[in-house]
């Protein structure tokens, strides 16, 4: 591969890497403002998927939030329909 090649393809890769930043901000806003959520709402959201269950101790301490930020956070999500809440069993 020759020096032009790779630069080509070094600039290309960072244009590519440019519009994917932008193209999934613009994303995370539309899909903030359809469900009626805030950004911190969708990523602690987006936390819940990734782990399945999770207390709110557990949110709070991934997410750097209060415990009651990290209640008013729950109630939004579990009004919007986007999760359920189950008494810990434990």
């Known amino acids: 591969m020759t020096n032009a090649t790779k630069a080509d393809l070094k600039k290309r890769a960072l244009i590519a890497v440019?519009?994917?930043?932008?193209?999934?901000?613009?994303?995370?806003?539309?899909?903030?403002?359809?469900?009626g959520l805030n950004v911190t709402d969708m990523e602690c959201l987006r936390l819940l998927f990734l782990k399945g269950?999770?207390?709110p101790s557990e949110l709070a301490r991934h997410t750097g939030l209060t415990s009651g930020a990290t209640t008013a956070m729950l109630d939004r999500l579990e009004k919007a329909g986007l999760i359920g809440r189950k008494p810990n069993p434990n």
């Open 18 to 35: 440019r519009e994917y930043g932008i193209h999934l901000t613009l994303f995370r806003n539309a899909m903030s403002e359809w469900a």
């Open 53 to 55: 269950i999770a207390t």
